[in-house]
Nanobody, 126 residues
Framework: QVQLVESGGGLVQAGGSLRLSCAAS????????MGWFRQAPGKEREFVAT????????DYADSVKGRFTISRDNAKNTVYLQMNSLKPEDTAAYYC???????????????????WGQGTQVTVSS
């Protein structure tokens, strides 16, 4: 059973930065794509970023490109999301997720991920 635990959320002023972490249990972390999603109140969960197993390829939603950076440390079973130049519209609960399967292709759909953390709240004040 895979367990994912996010941390690092909080309240920050617009223009500030936060670094989210997601620690994963199990021995298969390094085999799978990892992703970050977010969900604001009244809105659907949306893709934020994803990273391939070796960390050599990343993809981002257009809304966060140039501001957010996803990375991973396979030795620590941890994936990170560095968020800079935060905006009020970035306010949401942020979730990390592990892909359902291995293989090529960029996984941006929530249905391509099978394991989810409990979420960490990010609030950006104006």
């Amino acid at each position: 059973q895979v367990q994912l635990v996010e941390s690092g959320g909080g309240l920050v002023q617009a223009g500030g930065s936060l670094r989210l972490s997601c620690a994963a249990s199990g021995r298969t972390f390094s085999y799978y794509d990892m992703g970050w999603f977010r969900q604001a109140p009244g809105k659907e969960r949306e893709f934020v970023a994803t990273v391939k197993p070796r960390g050599d390829r990343t993809d981002y939603a257009d809304s966060v490109k140039g501001r957010f950076t996803i990375s991973r440390d396979n030795a620590k079973n941890t994936v990170y999301l560095q968020m800079n130049s935060l905006k009020p519209e970035d306010t949401a609960a942020y979730y990390c997720a592990r892909a359902l399967s291995t293989g090529w292709g960029t996984k941006v759909g929530a249905n391509e991920y099978g394991y989810w953390g409990q979420g960490t709240q990010v609030t950006v004040s104006s």
